[in-house]
């Protein structure tokens, strides 16, 4: 069955799985087809799964945005697996980039480049730059290699939903839109690249790639957010920073963190004010303890981000489930999802970024 927008269901996907350890090659045969011939394959990252296609054609990157349903002017991120394919994308490479590209690729983070005539518009919306990465991900790596092509990839969830940490998040939303996704397993970071302007010294998002990692090299790097550049919605500095992203279809609450025992009592007010729904919480913070008789109510439903082993929220975990545990908590029906938040520190920045982004209350 067709879709308003023609596509839905007229597509016939098929999943590959290839095994990252040990990439057979011969099940790269069709992705890498697909690319050829300008069509989308979804595929994992080391931060989430991808939705890419030929980044020189513009008819294919036009199917991406028709695919995900992505707004118009939102750019692509380029994925890269060679530097031999950056300089075919840009103008110049200059010095402050290359000490990044140096610490951390192939890896999370995403700099802008002014881009070359090769670039179409259409990847980069209208915008002087475009922004490239090299992914660490073995699998990425080989599909953009054996393609021999650079590949421009968002996320590959439809637009407005958790990006995708799992092929199965991917099937969920694209089945009958794509003609392949490769299931390479879950994607180990869980959040999104660090999207850098070193020309501005800015970090446009805040990704796996931490602001601390950063300023061990440029010690005067800022958030976009914590910097003097103004307010967001005046003009933002990437066109991606305007959407709300991220949202489930139930309620999202954020629980800002500042002593346990404050969020506890925030947990059990909101409780008894949403106790004829369905609650769901998703937990970060591994000493801070419920009362049962909550706890073991059929409506309540408690998604644990924790790590036993350490009394302090693990901001790899958290970072790693809280894609998925909105997904899951939506599946499940969900009215209203609490989220304990975290620190801002280390991956944590990146976290509450999302999260606040997926939220209508923040408290
Ligand atoms: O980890 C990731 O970055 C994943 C994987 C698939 O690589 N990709 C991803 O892409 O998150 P996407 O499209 O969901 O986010 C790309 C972000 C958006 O916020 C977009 O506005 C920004 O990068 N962006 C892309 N090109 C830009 C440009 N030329 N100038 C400013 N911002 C740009
Ligand atoms: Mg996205």
């Known amino acids: 069955m067709k ?20 990439i057979d090659e011969a099940l790269m045969e069709f992705p890498v087809s697909c690319i050829r011939r300008s069509e989308v394959v979804a595929f994992p990252t080391e931060t989430v799964y991808g939705l890419g296609a030929n980044a020189l054609d513009t008819n294919a990157v036009k199917k991406i945005f028709l695919t995900k349903r992505r707004p118009q002017d939102n750019p692509l991120i380029v994925h890269i ?44 919306c209208g915008q002087p730059t475009v922004a490239v990465r090299m992914p660490s991900h073995p699998i990425a790596l080989k599909l953009i290699s054996l393609s021999q092509l ?22 969920a939303d694209l089945t009958g839109r794509c003609p392949c996704i490769i299931d390479g397993g879950p994607a180990q970071g869980g959040v999104e690249s660090t999207v850098v302007d070193i020309t501005k010294g800015l970090i446009l998002r805040p990704g796996i790639i931490t602001l601390e990692q950063l300023q061990e090299v440029y010690p005067d790097i800022q958030n976009y957010s914590k910097s003097s550049h103004g307010d967001l919605s005046d003009k933002p500095p990437t066109p991606g920073l305007k959407y709300r992203h991220y949202a489930p279809v139930a309620d999202v609450v954020v629980i800002e963190f500042n002593n346990l025992e404050k969020m506890k009592e925030s947990i059990i007010e909101l409780w008894n004010q949403n106790n004829d729904k369905k609650f769901g919480l998703i937990h970060t913070h591994p000493l801070l303890k419920l009362p049962q008789k909550l706890t073991n109510h059929p409506n309540f439903i408690k998604i644990d981000l924790v790590n036993p ?42 976290i509450m970024n999302r999260i606040r982004k997926a939220a209508k209350h923040i408290i």
């Open 3 to 22: 879709g308003a927008d023609g596509l839905e269901g007229a597509v016939e996907t098929r999943v590959v799985k290839v095994d990252p350890g040990r």
């Open 309 to 350: 082993n350490s009394s302090d929220p693990d901001l790899k975990e958290v970072a790693k489930g809280i894609f998925g545990a909105l997904r899951d908590l939506d599946f499940l029906g969900v009215n209203v999802i609490v989220m304990e938040g975290v620190t801002e520190q280390q991956e944590g920045l990146a």
């Open 150 to 171: 650079p590949i421009a990839a968002p996320s590959a969830n439809l637009s407005g939903r958790p990006s995708p940490t799992t092929a199965q998040h991917v099937i």
């Open 81 to 124: 697996s060679d530097l031999a394919m950056l300089h075919l994308l840009v103008q110049e490479v200059p010095p402050k980039a290359q000490a990044l590209m140096s610490k951390f690729w192939p890896g999370p983070l995403t700099l802008l480049f002014a881009k070359s005539a090769l670039v179409p518009d259409s990847v980069v």
